[in-house]
């Protein structure tokens, strides 16, 4: 009779899981596994693995898409809350800036990228009562 070993995700050291969740892409992660337990919360809400958020997706011709509605509510709701302070630098499609840049306030964030967006959403939106960001 064979006998196989069995490891569980959660039977391996934090540097490890770290080292292997920057190889995954940290949208995907964050989106499977916030909320499983305290120590993976722990471990993937970490500065070094959430300052740069990416959330939309690219086709395999290199277009910007959105995140599906269930995704990007779970970001919006429960995920982008608890890493706000982390995030230095979001990158969103123009049809979720909105809610993404209102689901938190985000004070280090120092670099946004937004794909497909047309000329006059941008000034609606930076000159507009919303987000201020005149100086």
């Given amino acids: 009779m064979d006998h196989y070993s069995c490891v569980q995700l959660t039977h391996l050291p934090d540097e490890l899981l770290m080292m292997i969740f920057k190889k995954i ?8 596994l916030i909320g499983v337990n305290r120590r993976l919360n722990r ?13 939309l997706t690219f086709s ?3 277009v910007a898409h ?10 919006c709701s429960q995920i ?8 230095k630098y979001l990158r969103v499609e123009s049809l ?32 507009g009562e919303k987000f201020n960001f005149n100086c």
């Fill in 43 to 55: 471990i993937i809400c970490d500065p070094t693995f959430t300052y740069r958020i990416t959330l």
């Fill in 66 to 75: 959105p995140l599906p509605n269930t995704m990007l509510d779970r970001f």
């Fill in 60 to 62: 395999s011709d290199n």
């Fill in 25 to 32: 892409n940290n949208m995907q992660v964050l989106h499977s």
């Fill in 96 to 127: 979720s800036m909105e809610r993404v840049l209102l689901a938190a306030k985000y004070p280090n964030l120092y670099g946004l990228s937004i794909f497909n967006v047309k000329e006059e959403t941008i000034q609606r939106i930076f000159t």
């Fill in 80 to 87: 982008l809350p608890k890493i706000h302070h982390n995030v």
